[in-house]
């Protein structure tokens, strides 16, 4: 090799980036002294890179994943703003700037203030929610014009803060409109990621960048709201009510069975207190058209009417209201020596003799003295 052939081939650059797979890096400015490219230059552009020349502030040509010899033929772009048309000899001048991309992952958001939306079957309610996304470069020309634009390098915490705002925005809507229940939101984690996805893909998109992952990994209620849910659903799993009481009545049993020093008698008394009130309640709530009670600040239930039985020609009739009662007062069919019955009485009395009923049968005067 001779002397002037050895000077030629140490003045030929190499442009490349040794971009590192763990680095949070998305773009890097070639750095080159006054920006000056020698002719016939080495551009290398590894897989997951771009490369983009800017001239004099205008963006010029974009190169892809490749190995090339900087020529008028591969850079029409730059070649006609500097009126190169049959070729050049001389250095150059231009900035080379290198794009990642690949995908930068796990990257976090979340709700900094509450969601406010409208529920079907809890009205208003506040929602906090987190996940995290991925962006990806899709657009070198755009990500430089409205990112990058004359910063030498740029990395991914630059930007996320702007990229969060934008999908809690985004986000915020598309759970308000989804129509989602609240109680359904953490059944449907994967469908609220789908629409978050495509809120956002048009705004990201305008900056050039793409979002190819993007997960919902919780949506929460207010704690306050949460304790109640637990309380509701606590009383969904009781379930029967008289069994739940004999489970409570075996675990007092098992846990005075541990604690001996207790007492037969201490013991007894409470084991004999509890079944008897859950006797009580589980009696009242089985009578037939016990009504359940009544929410503070209602009025009380209407009284109850008695209900009559009366012996009319050999028979039992009834039940009889006051009303039906005195309509068979006024037929007829019921006299002072008619035999009747209610609920409470010991056993079938005559009409005269129960005093609720002498109203039915006014005045009658006093039988007549014998002769």
């Keep these: 090799m001779g002397l002037f052939s050895f000077i030629r081939t ?33 551009l290398i552009v590894r897989e997951g890179q771009m490369a983009v020349f800017v001239n004099m502030g205008k963006l010029c040509d974009i190169f892809g994943p490749g190995m090339y010899t900087l ?7 730059l070649s006609t703003l500097m009126g190169w048309k049959y070729g050049f000899d001389s250095p150059f001048k231009c900035e080379v700037y290198f794009i990642s991309t690949r995908r930068f992952l796990d990257l976090k958001w979340g709700t900094a203030n509450p969601i406010i939306m409208r529920d079907r ?37 630059e930007i996320a803060g702007q990229l969060r705002n934008i999908i809690v925005t985004r986000f915020s809507d598309a759970v308000a409109s989804s129509g989602i229940p609240v109680l359904d939101l953490a059944a449907n984690l994967d469908e609220l990621s789908k629409v978050g ?21 919780n949506v929460s209620l207010p704690e306050n709201v949460e304790r ?33 020093g207790q007492g037969a008698a201490g013991i007894g ?16 709530m089985a009578q037939p058209g016990a009504a359940a009670p009544a929410a503070p600040g209602a009025p009380p239930p209407l009284p109850q009417t008695a209900q009559w039985f009366a012996g009319i020609g050999g028979q039992s009739a009834g039940p009889l209201d006051a009303a039906a009662l005195q309509a068979q007062v006024s037929a007829g069919n019921v006299t002072r020596e008619t035999l009747v019955w209610r609920q409470g009485m010991a056993a079938w009395t005559k009409a005269a003799d129960v005093p609720e009923l002498a109203p039915l049968f006014g005045s009658a005067p006093p039988p007549l003295p014998p002769h």
Aim: aromatic fraction near 8%.
């Design 121 to 157: 079957e809890f009205g208003m309610v506040r929602l906090r929610a987190y996940g995290s996304f991925a962006i990806q470069v899709s657009d070198g020309a755009k990500f430089l014009r409205e990112v990058l634009a004359t910063d030498p390098q740029l990395q991914t915490y």
């Design 269 to 284: 008394v409470g084991l004999g207190a509890g079944m008897a009130m859950a006797q009580q309640f589980v009696g009242v």
């Design 10 to 42: 140490e003045l030929i650059d190499i442009i490349e980036w040794n971009q590192t797979s763990e680095s949070d890096l998305m773009a890097w400015r070639f750095p080159r002294h006054d920006n000056e490219i020698k002719n016939g230059a080495k």
């Design 228 to 260: 109640a849910l637990d309380k509701r659903t606590s009383m969904g799993i009781i379930g029967d009510m008289n069994q739940y009481m004999r489970f409570q009545a075996a675990e007092s049993m098992e846990k005075a069975a541990e604690n001996p």
């Design 197 to 217: 996805r495509e809120r956002i893909t048009n705004d990201l998109g305008e900056m050039g960048i793409s979002v190819p992952i993007f997960l919902v990994e």
């Design 71 to 77: 020529k008028t033929e591969n850079l029409p772009l």
